[in-house]
Structure formats: structure tokens, C-alpha cells
């Protein structure tokens, strides 16, 4: 067991150091390689002269594209191969509106704006396929390159000219699916994953679990984790296999903020403190704000999205980093230890967002993979913390259930032990006898008894905190009848300076009947019970006190029932309402109870 209860402390540990050796792993060996791996398609170049942004015309060198290409180039010349009529030629105009001539022929318009809704200047980063007929590799080649934005990266015209293929289509397809199929695969999981536990929140959301709302927006956030890791890691393939390039666009840059938006209500929902929930409340209304916005100017052609990619990330970053601080806030001020995985889970996505703002700026690596492994980095860490914590609540449910059972015998142990036989026959023989003296007594004791019956059956039906008043008017009841048999031998005194508060039902009547039964009436002169409450410091304090005959320490009371219902009490006091009983007792000179709740 106790091997058991490390190796789990130590998974969160163990788990994250393994995210990052792959997060290293995944940024040292991977490379943007385009299509060429793929052995069904064949590279295939050009060769002549460009002119760029309308300059003169100069032989093509791969330095030129990096010579400052502000929007235009035009390159002619022939390609280094034929192209047979089976054959179907694959580009990459990633943000490039692309015309290819063959002969003075127009064959390829790719990205033209006229082929776009109004609303949005781009669409599509995928390779695109195209069948062009039988090329020689004497036809003259003419292509026409404009960039769709300014502020796109000269890379794009490196990566059009790195990635010009030509190949059989559905070969094609084959290799895709053959060579790609594993992120696709990663990204439905996570999607999957994400409907499953949403599904689960509405079956078990009757129970009322402190992570319940936490559970909902994880499901959330893998679900738009899942669709990020799709579209990041497909995006090269994506308009191939969902051919829907403006839908497509719209969703790769609308799922980060939705993804982010899910994990700050999942902050939020983990945070326990009140000010700086509703700082973090604040704070996600004004990332709401800031990334609705942009989404409604796109949709109705003021803005391009794409122009502000890089300030959406920034945002993101920001956001994401204050919702770190008010973690380690909330852990260092306020001692919360669960934040701590709270911040676990939230370090591989601020670090990805970082990474991916700082080389959306160097172009160092593939800036998509830093994103696609912080999100599937901060599922896994988010499933694990998250479902300890269902299966703990779980566990706490359960023990409830069992502590409910435990609380339901106890007040039919206690009921019993109130309405004993013998109690019973003296109080009907006490009655007996008043009625034949005294009509109005009688009647007057009778409602008294009735109502001491009454307070112990609704015992049995109550598993709630009582007010003391209540209680104190069942002690009453009880205190009269016995008065009845023993008259001026029982003695009561009050001194309650606190009485506004609440306590499980039947918990002060046994131990006043344990002070007359066993303690004063033990005695021929009978003695005095005095019943105290008062508040000291943050606890509430109920003092039942007597003169009586007291009893041994190392003795029970002579009435077990009695005894059972004062165990009893001390059980549901520690049950309902976290209270302690103490019993202090000496032969002689009387016994003390002392009842402590918290106030």
C-alpha cells in the first residue's frame, strides 16, 4: 500500500520531466520537410530568369528570394523534367496567389482573390493538386507570384519553390494517410477524449463535486485542443483531405483563443480564493473581449485575422501567464497545495505559446510543433490531476454514504435507548397517579409527554443540525417529566450566555439524562444539574454539569442503553458537524460534560 501511495505522488513528477525530454526531442529532430519524404511524388524545379517586385530581370539564384521581396515576382523559364499526362503537379502556396503558364497558357490560378468570400483575403495553406496535362521540359514556364499579405514571410517563397512536386493523386493520398495518419489520429483521441468527459459531466452532474465545473471546461479544452492539433499538424495536408479551404482557415485561426478561453475557466474553477477568482474572472471577460472583436470584424470584411496572428498569440501568452500568476498567487499567500498541479498543468502551454510567439519572430523551426506539444502535454497533465481528484471525490461520496448509514443507526440506537420500557411504565404510572389527584396537571404533563415522544421520533427522520433553542425545548419536556416522579430531588440551573447556533438533534437530552438517572437521583437528597453555553474564542461551548454520585472512570453506567446513547452522541458530533465530546466524571462529587463546536 504504502509503495502504492509513492509510485501515484510521484506520477505528476515522473510524467512531466517525460513531457519534456519529448517536447526537446520533438523541436531538436523534427524539420520542415514539406511532402518530400513521401515516396510516390518527385521534386521537380525550374530553371531561367526573375524579375521581383517589377525590378529588373536576373537569373534565378535561391539567394534572390531572400533579397527583400515585398509583394510580386515573375519567373520563366522550363522545368528540369516532363511532366506525363498521368501526372499532376503539386504546389505549396502557403499565403501566395500563384499563376502558372505553360506556353503562354494559363494553367494553375491558386489563391486569386476573386476565388474567396469578401470577408476574408486568404484562405488555404495546404499543397494543392493540379492537372495540368503533358508538360516537356523544353515548354516555357511562366510564374507569376504575388503576396496575399505584406507582412508574409519571405520563407514562403522558399518553401513554394522547395516544394514543387509531381506525382500520380492518389498515390498521392495513399502516402499521406501511410506517412501522416498518427496527428490526425493524436488530434480525434483528444476529441474523443473531450466528449467522453463531457459526457460524463452531464451523467454524474447530480454530484455536487468541488471539480465538477473543472471536469466541464476539460472537456472543452480537449476537444479545442484536439481540433488545434489537427490543423497544426495537418495543416500542409488538410484542404487535401477536407477540401474546404475558407473553413479551414477560419477554424485554424479561431480554435487558440476558444482553447485558451476553456483553460481559463478551468483556472478560474480552480481557484478557491474569492478575490482572485473574480480577478481571473475579470481577466477572462477581457480576453473575450479582445479576441471577439477581431472575430467580428473578420466576418464582416474590415480585418484579416492572419495580419494579427502573431498579436492574437501574444495576447494569448499574456493571458495565459497572469492566470499562472494568480496560481502561484493563490499557492504562496494563500497555501493552497493543490495549485501546485494546478501550475504543472498550465507550464507546457504558456512555454508553447512563448516559444511559438519568439520564433513566429525567428523562423528558427517549425513554429506549429512548440503549440502541438504543449497542448497535448497539458491534456495528459490535466486528465491525470483532474480525474485524482474525481476519483478522490468519489471516494469522499462513498464514505459519505457510509457515514449517513452509520448516522441513521445511531439515531435509531439513541431513539431506542430514550424509550426505554422501564421509563415508559413509571411515566404512565406517574400520569396514572396525577390524573386521579390533579385534571389540569394531568393534562398539562401529558402534553409534555407527547411532545418528548414526538422530539424522538423526529429523530429518526432528521439528519440536519437542529437549533438549540429546539434542543433545549426537548431537554424541557424531559426535565418536567422527571420533576413529575422525583419532584424537588431534581434541581435544574441555566446559564446560557451563546445560543445562536445549531446542533444534531438529541444530543444534549442524553447527557442531562445520564446527569439525573446516574448522577442526582443516585443520591436520597437528590442534587443539581446545571447546563451552561457560551462562546469562547471561535468555538461554541456546551457545559452539562453535576453534584451527583459521579461514576468511576474505569465503570460503564450501570444503564448500557444510556451509556450507547451517550457514545452516540459523542459520534454524530464528530460526524455532523466536527464536535467533540468530553466526559469527566468523579465518584463523589458528580460528573461534567463538556460539548465543543466550531463557531
Same mark, same amino acid.
Given at each position: ?84 499526362? $498521368?501526372? @499532376? ?36 495553406? @495546404? ?60 488530434? %480525434?483521441?483528444?476529441? %474523443? ?132 500568476g494568480s496560481i502561484l498567487y493563490e499557492l504562496l499567500y494563500y497555501k493552497n497545495k493543490n495549485m501546485k498541479k494546478v501550475l504543472l498543468t498550465a507550464f507546457p502551454l504558456m512555454l508553447s505559446l512563448t516559444l511559438k510567439m519568439l520564433n513566429g519572430m525567428s523562423e528558427h523551426t517549425v513554429e506549429r510543433t512548440y503549440l502541438r506539444v504543449g497542448i497535448l502535454s497539458s491534456c495528459l497533465l490535466l486528465f491525470h490531476n483532474t480525474f485524482k481528484y474525481v476519483k478522490h471525490s468519489i471516494r469522499l461520496m462513498e464514505e459519505e454514504q457510509q457515514i449517513r448509514a452509520e448516522l441513521q443507526n445511531t439515531r435509531v440506537a439513541i431513539m431506542l435507548s430514550q424509550i426505554q420500557p422501564h421509563f415508559l411504565y413509571n411515566t404512565l404510572n406517574t400520569l396514572q397517579y396525577i390524573c386521579k389527584k390533579d385534571g389540569v396537571l394531568a393534562a398539562e404533563a401529558i402534553e409534555h409527554f407527547s411532545k418528548y415522544l414526538r422530539g424522538n421520533l423526529d429523530a429518526l ?38 445560543? $445562536? ?99
Amino acid at each position: 500500500m504504502k509503495h502504492d501511495r509513492f509510485y501515484y505522488s510521484r506520477l505528476p513528477i515522473v510524467l512531466f520531466y517525460t513531457i519534456c525530454i519529448v517536447f526537446l526531442l520533438t523541436l531538436l529532430t523534427n524539420q520542415d520537410n514539406g511532402i518530400g519524404m513521401l515516396e510516390s511524388v518527385d521534386p521537380i524545379t525550374i530553371s531561367g530568369t526573375v524579375s521581383i517586385d517589377g525590378g529588373p530581370v536576373q537569373e534565378i539564384e535561391k539567394t534572390l528570394w531572400n533579397n527583400g521581396i515585398r509583394r510580386a515576382l515573375t519567373v520563366t523559364g522550363r522545368f528540369n523534367r516532363d511532366i506525363t499526362k $498521368d501526372e @499532376s503537379l503539386i504546389i505549396w502556396p502557403r499565403n501566395l496567389r500563384v499563376k502558372i503558364y505553360v506556353n503562354d497558357k494559363l494553367k494553375i490560378a491558386s489563391g486569386q482573390r476573386e476565388q474567396f468570400p469578401q470577408f476574408i483575403r486568404y484562405a488555404g495553406n @495546404s499543397f494543392k493538386i493540379f492537372y495540368i496535362g503533358k508538360v516537356y521540359k523544353t515548354d516555357t514556364i511562366r510564374i507569376e507570384i504575388q503576396k496575399a499579405y505584406e507582412t508574409c514571410r519571405i520563407n514562403v517563397i522558399n518553401s513554394f519553390f522547395d516544394n514543387l512536386y509531381v506525382g500520380r493523386a492518389g498515390d498521392l493520398y495513399q502516402s499521406i494517410m501511410r506517412n501522416e495518419i498518427i496527428n490526425p489520429i493524436v488530434g %480525434l483521441v483528444l476529441i %474523443l477524449f473531450g466528449i467522453q468527459v463531457l459526457i460524463f459531466y452531464f451523467v454524474q452532474n447530480s454530484m455536487k463535486f468541488d471539480y465538477m465545473h473543472q471536469i466541464y471546461y476539460l472537456g472543452w479544452f480537449c476537444i479545442a485542443g484536439g481540433i488545434t492539433y489537427i490543423c497544426d499538424s495537418c495543416y500542409e495536408f488538410i484542404d487535401l483531405l477536407f477540401p474546404y479551404p475558407v473553413f479551414n482557415t477560419l477554424v485554424d485561426l479561431s480554435c487558440i483563443p476558444f482553447l485558451l478561453y476553456f483553460y481559463l475557466m478551468f483556472i478560474v474553477n480552480a481557484l478557491k480564493h474569492k478575490k482572485i477568482k473574480r480577478f481571473m474572472r475579470w481577466v477572462t471577460s477581457i480576453f473575450v473581449v479582445l479576441e471577439l472583436i477581431p472575430l467580428f470584424l473578420q466576418f464582416n470584411g474590415i480585418i484579416d485575422l492572419h495580419v494579427l496572428q502573431d498579436q492574437y498569440i501574444f495576447i494569448g501568452g499574456i493571458i495565459v501567464l497572469i492566470g499562472c500568476g494568480s496560481i502561484l498567487y493563490e499557492l504562496l499567500y494563500y497555501k493552497n497545495k493543490n495549485m501546485k498541479k494546478v501550475l504543472l498543468t498550465a507550464f507546457p502551454l504558456m512555454l508553447s505559446l512563448t516559444l511559438k510567439m519568439l520564433n513566429g519572430m525567428s523562423e528558427h523551426t517549425v513554429e506549429r510543433t512548440y503549440l502541438r506539444v504543449g497542448i497535448l502535454s497539458s491534456c495528459l497533465l490535466l486528465f491525470h490531476n483532474t480525474f485524482k481528484y474525481v476519483k478522490h471525490s468519489i471516494r469522499l461520496m462513498e464514505e459519505e454514504q457510509q457515514i449517513r448509514a452509520e448516522l441513521q443507526n445511531t439515531r435509531v440506537a439513541i431513539m431506542l435507548s430514550q424509550i426505554q420500557p422501564h421509563f415508559l411504565y413509571n411515566t404512565l404510572n406517574t400520569l396514572q397517579y396525577i390524573c386521579k389527584k390533579d385534571g389540569v396537571l394531568a393534562a398539562e404533563a401529558i402534553e409534555h409527554f407527547s411532545k418528548y415522544l414526538r422530539g424522538n421520533l423526529d429523530a429518526l427522520t432528521s439528519n440536519r443540525l437542529i437549533p438549540f433553542e429546539k434542543e433545549l425545548e426537548h431537554v424541557n419536556n424531559y426535565i418536567y417529566i422527571q420533576k413529575l416522579r422525583f419532584g424537588k430531588r431534581v434541581c435544574v440551573e441555566y446559564d446560557l450566555t451563546y445560543t $445562536d447556533f445549531s446542533l444534531p438533534t438529541l444530543t444534549l437530552q442524553p447527557i442531562v439524562e445520564n446527569a439525573i438517572r446516574h448522577g442526582i437521583t443516585k443520591q436520597a437528597d437528590g442534587g443539581i444539574v446545571r447546563i451552561e453555553s457560551r462562546l469562547v474564542k471561535d468555538e461554541i461551548w456546551i457545559i452539562v454539569s453535576d453534584n451527583g454520585a459521579g461514576i468511576c472512570s474505569n465503570n460503564n453506567p450501570s444503564d448500557q442503553r444510556t451509556h450507547i446513547g451517550i457514545k452516540n452522541v459523542k459520534k454524530r458530533l464528530q460526524l455532523q458537524c466536527n464536535g467533540t465530546l468530553e466526559f469527566i466524571s468523579t465518584p463523589g462529587e458528580g460528573t461534567k460534560v463538556i460539548i465543543r463546536l466550531k463557531g
